[in-house]
């Protein structure tokens, strides 16, 4: 069928020439799309990126659906230590869910479960006492797996939930999966394999997702109250909140090194900025809050809130045929609170023009700034004038097929 359009626009073109309407069909043709090349942007806000850590594995997200703002060190699945317990809490809730200010369900202690608190308190691990008989609410045992990081309640939780630990670890893995987490693995409730391992890109968008969760912050919030205080639970999550860090967890173990899952506050003017990570296999406290403390420094420095480009910054230039130029500039957007560390990806797409008066629309740029992406419009910076009859008469090869095409192509 192209072949044919192809054959037929020719037969058309050599009709017009042989009847002598060469002059109408240069002067009447539609005129040819001016061609774009897109220019490099380096103009960027003053920022600073991320700071993270050498050591271990580390990254930042913004959410639990968008790509790590940053990350570093080690990229592989590492151990993860009690963040397993973090899993834990998000697929028993999404099977028992329960609102904000609520106790939940019941969860009773059986003989087993008391076995599980000698045997775990006997091999030295972090237990919460419990008695066979007791009552535990869905809340209290929260506040003993998170805030206590309770290995015997994250194995009890789990086991009420889907009946035994092995059947919560099958669910587990179907929740990961569902979530896009397919560096991260779990084969118990508690983090204390070496074989519960994830990416700190993973971890990041985990600790977005505990966040979302309408629970897991009061949980983190709220003072520990009823039988969880009765039996010691004590919050060991809380870190750097004198500089709007959220711990989500904290814990250690020999294979995992020191592990930190977190959410962290910039204030920006009159908004908030908030972004999640985790440092895992940090060598020691003090690294660890060092690098912390260096995280929170670049984000109060590198945090803006501003259009993404600035208002009439170049991004391509325009070339028509008959030699006119003209510059596509970023229109107006909407500000935007975004971490600033580098000059952002630009990509300018165009549906084509050959005519254009200064401030038309021509073009769409797609900003990527770090986990970000705007899509602003392309004005023409100047006026863009049709040819004068000279050039048209000139250019048979470019005008008379699109006239045929016109009249004949549909």
Partial sequence: MRVLRAFGIAIGALVILAV????????????PNATMAERDVTESTDGTPPALPDAGASAIAESAEGPVIARAGES????????????TALVVLDAHPMSADEEGET??????????????RDAGARVVTVY????????????AVLLGSSNNHADTLAAWAFGS?????????????QHELTDTTVVDATGLSPDDVST???????????????????VLEQDVSGIAEVRGVENTTSYMAERNVTGISRSFTTQAGICLLFAATVPVDDTTYTFYGAMV??????????????????????VHTGPVLPEGTPVATFTTPWGATADGVIGSSAAVTRWVGASPVVHVTTNGFALATEGDIVATASVSEGASTSDIPVKIDKTVHAPDVLWRLSH??????????????G
């Fill in 76 to 87: 592989e699945p590492v151990p993860m230590a009690g963040i397993a317990k973090v899993v």
């Fill in 165 to 177: 630990v092995d059947a919560y670890v099958n669910e587990a893995a179907k929740w990961l999966a």
């Fill in 281 to 302: 296999r940090m060598p020691d406290w003090d690294s660890l809050d060092a690098s912390m403390s260096a995280l929170m420094d670049s984000a109060e420095k590198g």
């Fill in 107 to 120: 969860v009773p202690i059986t003989s087993r479960d008391f076995l599980r608190y000698n045997d775990y």
């Fill in 132 to 143: 066979t008989d007791d009552t535990w609410s869905q809340r209290a045992m929260l506040q």
């Fill in 200 to 218: 700190a890109s993973d971890l990041s968008r985990l600790a977005a997702l505990a966040m979302a969760n309408p629970v897991i912050p009061t």
């Fill in 20 to 31: 002598g309407l060469y002059g109408p069909a240069t002067l009447l043709a539609p005129l």
């Fill in 396 to 409: 048979p090869i470019e005008l008379i097929p699109a006239f045929v095409d016109q009249i004949f192509g």
